[in-house]
């Protein structure tokens, strides 16, 4: 059992670069999020998804685009990458059930 | 808009020692709180949580945390802590306005010596 996938682990951009941050996960949650982790700012949420075919903003949406492909996928998109965009990402999932998040191992992005 | 509150940035504690890990939040509404624990290099793992019920939660690996309504409080603890409980910890709260949206606090890194 999987649970949450991210892809890449690593990744490093020039500045004005575009690339997609890949989430999947195993567990059949409705509610999928996206995070940015920055030193002593804690997690941000970014987008979430409530269900399949629904997204909104979160906490700091902006320079970020994102796409829930099905019920599994959830997809964030950074158009035009800006060095404040250096952070770890992470995906997660909410068992609505017991309202435990569940965290994929994160992204961590530089942007140069 | 919630907010939650980690008071303290670092923690050292040496080993087999108390501690305690300080949360506040603000909130007008009814909440769900939260303690995730974060390895280095890992996503975060849920530690425990209190959406109802008695005040004194317990979680995973010998810790609890008292939910303070008065003052607005999720204060973590454990009686005596190990050098393998050195790690990241992270406050969250959720309300009943909209469960899907997690507020977290800033992190408190525990640092327990030998």
């Known amino acids: 059992n999987a649970g949450v996938t991210q892809t890449p682990k690593f990744q490093v951009l020039k500045t004005g670069q575009s690339m997609t941050l890949q989430c999947a996960q195993d567990m059949n949650h409705n509610s999928m999020y996206w995070y940015r982790q920055d030193p002593g700012m804690g997690l941000r949420l970014i987008y979430y998804s409530a269900s399949e075919g629904t997204t909104d903003k979160g906490e700091v949406p902006n320079g970020y685009n994102v796409s829930r492909l099905n019920k599994r996928e959830f997809s964030l998109r950074l158009e035009s990458a800006a060095p404040s965009q250096t952070s770890v990402y992470f995906c997660?999932?909410?068992?609505?059930?017991?309202?435990?998040?569940?965290f994929g191992s994160g992204t961590q992005l530089s942007v140069l | 808009a919630q907010s939650v509150t980690q008071l303290d940035s670092q923690v050292p504690v040496f080993e087999e020692a108390p501690v305690e890990l300080r949360c506040n939040y603000s909130s007008s509404v009814s909440v769900y709180l939260f303690w995730y624990v974060q390895y280095p290099n890992q996503g975060l793992q849920l530690l425990l949580k209190?959406?109802?019920?008695?005040?004194l939660v317990k979680g995973i690996n010998g810790f609890e945390a008292e939910f303070n309504k008065s003052q607005t409080s999720f204060h973590l603890r454990k009686p005596s802590v190990h050098i393998s409980d050195t790690a990241e910890y992270f406050c969250a709260v959720s309300d009943f306005r909209n469960f899907n949206k997690f507020y977290f606090g800033s992190g408190t890194k525990l640092n327990v010596k030998p």
């Open positions: 209190y959406l109802s019920g008695s005040t």
């Open positions: 997660a999932t909410r068992d609505a059930t017991n309202e435990k998040l569940f």
